[in-house]
């Protein structure tokens, strides 16, 4: 720890970016949108909607809901941290592979999920089924807090992983082997050098982790676990009580501030680039030796949870379609639209969050905070009430754009913004302004060192995060179905069509090509971007 | 020094994928065709005419590849001659079809089309001593559609799997382009909430009386004119005031195997008797279970309810995710009852014998919770600038083409006047669903909590 911060000496060079703040203000203002709805709504609501607030139920709510957030953000990590140093820095056979194929998860939406698992845990599932011969009459219940917390982490936890990554490759192997040179063995290096220096990747994933399990509605309805968002979501769908669910969706953005208080506190002003000549070098890789073939027998076993049992659970529904002759019309359109809609987000939010990111690295100070803090907003709110923001205001304000791809992309945009600020900071946080400064004296203008300098070095954050937005809009749902363009049909709401109506063998051939889509790019993006030789 | 430039190249590989990637899939969006159905300006129409066996003559008409058929479309061997006869109307690209026949003094039989009400074709001859069972056709005539029949936006609560196919029908009948938005009914009820008078939509079409009458006091849906309302005639199945009406109805039935259960239960509340110990099913998160349930809670109150929860409960009820999962499950022989829609059996796919598994509507429930009909439904939307394609919109789904489909295709009830229910499912009436409004089952939020207070959900 010491040594990390004490890296941190002298003044900041600023590289100053005309315009930088309009275009972060501008970010975080657009994600603001739903917050002010909410209070519009909130004031128009009756005095009862206020005290069924403060009522008893209520507060059972946010014990519920912020049991699961701890619990699913702790294990995520527990998961994620293992997984991206074994992957990153060991010599664990098929490296590439297992890069690519741990953040696949992600691809499955969490109902998707939480069905399959039911399907094959619950207690009279296929599991059950196996042990039957051995005597097992039924399994022990998979509905409630187990069952959530189950999902939520499995699907979730490559959130984490990303973001722990990228961290993890933007670390100078110098420190470690200093650390290793003056008598460290490699788990005291791991633990005393390699994860203080992580703290900042570890904290931003784990917020995105933790608002995503607050503001989830499809593992928790399928689980029957009674969360906040679930509460929100009963209430809109029995009462058509706007009002009351504006009320309740503030208690929500109070519930997230005092997260991103607790995150804050956590963080340090700490300086984790190097100062001073050299540039990292690539890192050695760790000889697993004894221990390569449990860890590969770990990870497999996790796959086989987080991406083998849904898979298999969708193929049998497939091929039992199949077999009877079941046709799957506009598959292929809606694939297409997905994969179109979800890029154009990817690469709309990482250009959004890439001048919030350099004001939050960049310019410390209350405003910058403020900036960070609210482009949260949208990411924690369930996603039907952004929907609902963005109709209101997008009406009011420029009502030509409204359900045209433009709002589409926007409403993505304020939804998955803090997601691509997380995969940016952990890169940015690590250049040296000194590689900026230099490119400054040899006369290049503050945007031309930005293209030429800044953003190759961020480039793993970029893809990060560009990854992380376009993964999670292809499963997004609420939003979609009432800000598309009209007969936009993605892969999402075909998905849930189908199963709202039962065709099942129909909604797996949509899940498995949701999942197809969202796997190609990623071996694209990471099956080969890097070979290491230890 | 020179690190962040190798370290720039090295990362320029995923970048150009990237780049390649967003570059195809905007390009094959840009190539991919326009959505929504083009009007064809013209088409070509044909009689068809075939000589029956008892001398009767059978006209239909062939346009498009398709034969359309007149719900009126014989033309009788004794019509006398000289009386000009004309088949009801067929529509097709928004043009209403009829075949017009007259007997000339010679016995040969003269026909032809009116389309829009003008004669497009006339003085086709059908010789009189034409064999029988031979069909001639006339020569083609072409037809013009009318120019702009409009379009028509509807938010459907209802899936595309469902109602998808229904709806094209009616975009070929009448040329009208109809884009549709699909989504959860309450989702999509709230939207147009918010949209309020700017709402895109034209017609909401929805599987819940609750967001229809949502619609219906936030002052977002319009006036129904009388003919609609006349319809349909249960008072329970529309808005008292107009504003809402139902297309279709789903009745709660229990799934029996008829092997293992020779004396179905006469009520649901017969189902805590120990006789049916841990062979009943439920599946308390659907959303047509806490209907009933809500029902039940309305028609006999909380107590009754609650001891009827936990009786169901204490008898070892076995919880499942969904109707379908009981229907397989009666099929599959690990349940004997299950408390379903009536329309599950019909889309479940069995194996081996159709009577695995059969509907079975208890008497004893007549008028009480557990012969709950619930309904889907449409309401115009106020705000419309198009009232003429919404009203035909749902002329159509009351029609009897409409209600057939109901019937044949999503297995539910008709709700319109004339057309019977399926041959195996008993009539509305002899069901004598409880005559509560459905708008009074909204409150799901109380039902929720008992089934919570009594342990039925976790």
Excluded at chain 1, 216 to 241: H, K
Excluded at chain 2, 44 to 56: E, K, P, S
Excluded at chain 2, 209 to 214: K, M, N, P, R, W
Excluded at chain 2, 329 to 353: K, M, P, S
Aim: contains cysteine.
């Amino acid at each position: 720890m010491s040594i990390v911060s004490g890296l941190a000496v002298g003044p900041r060079f600023r590289v100053n970016l005309p315009g930088i703040w309009i275009l972060a203000l501008a970010g975080a203002g657009a994600a603001c949108i739903p917050l002010v709805y909410l209070i519009v709504r909130a004031i128009g609501a009756d005095a009862e909607a206020w005290s069924s607030v403060l009522s008893e139920g209520t507060l059972r709510l946010l014990v519920n809901t912020a049991a699961l957030t701890v619990a699913v953000t702790a294990s995520c990590a527990v998961l994620a941290l293992p997984i991206a140093y074994l992957t990153e820095r060991t010599d664990l056979p098929i490296a590439a592979f297992w890069r690519t194929i741990t953040i696949t998860p992600l691809a499955i939406p969490s109902y998707v999920g939480a069905f399959a698992f039911i399907i094959a845990l619950g207690p009279r599932g296929s599991l059950q089924d196996v042990l039957a011969p051995l005597g097992v009459e039924s399994l022990p219940q998979i509905y409630g807090f187990f069952g959530a917390w189950l999902t939520l982490t499995l699907f979730s936890f490559p959130y984490l992983l990303l973001v722990v990554r990228a961290g993890l490759r933007d670390i100078d192997p110098a420190i470690e082997e200093t650390a290793r040179s003056l008598g460290q063995s490699a788990w005291g290096a791991f633990w005393r050098i390699t994860v203080p220096q992580l703290r900042v990747p570890i904290a931003t994933g784990s917020l995105l982790v933790a608002l995503y399990v607050i503001s989830d509605f499809g593992a928790v309805s399928f689980m029957n676990y009674e969360t906040f968002t679930w509460a929100l979501y009963s209430r809109v769908r029995s009462v058509f009580d706007l009002s009351g669910a504006a009320v309740l969706s503030l208690v929500l953005v109070g519930l997230v501030a005092v997260v991103l208080i607790v995150d804050w506190s956590q963080r340090r002003n700490a300086r984790y680039h190097r100062l001073g000549s050299g540039a990292a070098r690539m890192p050695r890789r760790v000889q697993l030796r004894r221990w390569r073939w449990p860890a590969t027998l770990a990870l497999v076993l996790l796959m086989v949870l987080a991406l083998l049992v849904p898979v298999a659970v969708l193929f049998h529904w497939l091929s039992i379609g199949l077999e009877q002759g079941e046709t799957f019309p506009g598959l292929w359109s809606a694939a297409l639209n997905s994969v179109y809609a979800s890029a154009l987000a990817g690469g709309v939010t990482v250009a959004v969050a890439i001048p919030i990111a350099i004001v939050i690295i960049r310019r410390p100070g209350l405003l910058a905070r403020m900036v960070e803090r609210l482009s949260y907003v949208g990411y924690a709110l369930p996603g039907v009430v952004v929907a609902f923001a963005l109709v209101f205001f997008s009406l009011r304000v420029i009502p030509t754009i409204y359900q045209t791809i433009i709002t589409l992309i926007f409403a993505y945009a304020v939804l998955f913004l803090p997601q691509a600020i997380a995969g940016l900071r952990t890169s940015l946080v690590r250049i040296q302004p000194s590689l900026e400064e230099a490119s400054r004296s040899l006369s290049r203008t503050p945007w031309q060192t930005f293209c030429s300098v800044t953003l190759p070095l961020i480039a793993p954050g970029v893809l990060a995060g560009f990854a992380l937005v376009f993964l999670t809009t292809m499963k997004e749902l609420p939003a979609t179905v009432i800000l598309a363009p009209i007969e936009f049909d993605t892969l999402a709401t075909t998905l849930w069509g189908h199963t709202e109506e039962a065709f099942f063998a129909r909604a797996a051939a949509a899940s498995l090509l949701l999942l197809a889509c969202a796997t190609v790019p990623m071996f694209l993006l990471f099956g080969s971007d890097r070979e290491l030789r230890s | 020094m020179i690190r962040p430039r190798a370290r720039a190249e090295r990362l320029r590989k995923p970048f150009v994928a990237l780049l390649a990637f967003a570059l195809l899939a905007a390009s094959a969006l840009a190539l991919a065709p326009p959505a929504g159905a083009q009007n064809e300006p013209t088409f070509d129409v044909q009689v068809r005419a075939r000589l029956q066996t008892d001398g009767d003559i059978e006209f239909s008409l062939r346009a498009d590849g398709q034969i359309l058929t007149p719900t009126l479309r014989i033309f009788g061997a004794d019509v006398s001659a000289g009386r000009r006869l004309v088949s009801s109307v067929v529509e097709l690209h928004g043009v209403q079809l009829q075949v017009t026949a007259r007997r000339q003094a010679d016995g040969d039989v003269e026909f032809g089309i009116r389309a829009d009400g003008v004669d497009v074709l006339r003085r086709q001859i059908f010789p009189a001593d034409t064999r029988p069972n031979r069909t001639l056709v006339s020569r083609a005539v072409s037809v013009q559609s009318p120019d702009d029949p409009g379009d028509l936006t509807i938010y459907s609560g209802r899936g595309e799997s469902l109602v998808g196919e229904l709806i094209e029908r009616f975009e070929e009948k009448t040329g009208i382009d109809v884009r549709v938005r699909y989504g959860g009914t309450s989702e999509l009820s709230l939207t147009i909430g918010e949209e309020g008078s700017r709402s895109p939509a034209d017609l909401f079409y929805g599987q819940d009386a609750g967001a229809l009458s949502y619609l219906a006091e936030a002052g977002l849906a319009g006036p129904l004119p009388a003919d609609i309302l006349a319809a349909v005639e249960n008072e329970n199945f529309k808005d008292d005031d107009g504003l809402w009406i139902a297309t279709s109805g789903r009745a709660r039935v229990m799934i029996i195997s008829p092997e293992r259960v020779p004396n179905p239960p006469d009520s649901v509340f017969d189902l805590v008797d120990p006789e049916w110990k841990g062979r009943i099913g439920w599946a308390p998160t659907n959303g047509s279970f806490e209907a009933f349930v809500t029902a039940m809670r309305v028609i006999h109150g909380e107590d009754v309810t609650e001891e009827w929860l936990r009786g169901m409960i204490d008898n070892d009820v076995r919880v499942y995710a969904s109707n379908t999962s009981q229907v397989q499950a009666v099929i599959d022989g690990e349940l004997d009852i299950g408390l379903v829609n009536h329309y599950y059996r019909f889309r479940t796919n069995f194996d081996g014998t159709r009577d695995a598994a059969v509907n079975h509507f208890p008497s004893g429930d007549a008028g009480e919770a557990g012969a709950l009909i619930n309904i889907a439904g449409v309401a115009m939307l106020d705000s419309t600038s198009n009232q003429s394609n919404a009203l035909r919109f749902i002329r159509f789904l009351l029609s009897e083409e409409g209600q057939t489909y109901f019937r044949d295709e999503t297995n539910e009830y008709p709700v319109a006047a004339g057309v019977e229910p399926r041959v195996d499912l008993p009539s509305l009436d002899s069901l004598n669903p409880p005559s509560l409004a459905l708008t009074s089952l909204s409150d799901l939020d109380g039902t929720v909590k008992l089934l919570r207070k009594v342990g039925a959900i976790r």
